[in-house]
């Protein structure tokens, strides 16, 4: 298991940027997929992205495609999600996630391991 703590989140207008970090704690996140998830109030949760362990492969929900971009620094234990041209939808509480599979993730928006308590984000417009 790992233990994830998010921070970056913050306020912003649309069109600005900002960037989220995750960092874990446990000897096994080189092991683990990562991403994010958000749940904007009222919403149902909603995935971001995922990146695998190796930091090779990378899948986006088509919403952020283009405007964000998730990276791993495995020495630092340390996922990102960088988050450029934001708008207003993009508002909700961002959680970091891992995930045994990159595979599975990516198939189905769901991450089956550890999240972290999330970081709130507001585009106003």
């Known amino acids: 298991q790992v233990q994830l703590v998010e921070s970056g989140g913050g306020l912003v207008q649309a069109g600005g940027s900002l960037r989220l970090s995750c960092a874990a704690s446990?000897?096994?996140?080189?092991?683990?997929?990562m991403g994010w998830f958000r749940q904007a109030p009222g919403k149902e949760r909603e995935f971001v992205a995922v990146?695998?362990?190796?930091?090779?492969?990378?899948y986006y929900a088509d919403s952020v495609k283009g405007r964000f971009t998730i990276s791993r620094d495995n020495a630092k234990k340390t996922v990102y999600l960088q988050m450029n041209s934001l708008k207003p939808e993009d508002t909700a509480v961002y959680y970091c996630?891992?995930?045994?599979?990159?595979?599975?993730?990516?198939?189905?928006?769901?991450?089956?391991?550890?999240w972290g308590q999330g970081t709130q984000v507001t585009v106003s417009s």
């Open positions: 990146i695998s362990w190796s930091g090779d492969s990378t």
């Open positions: 996630a891992a995930d045994p599979s990159y595979a599975v993730v990516s198939a189905t928006g769901r991450f089956a391991g550890s």
């Open positions: 446990g000897h096994t996140f080189s092991r683990y997929a």
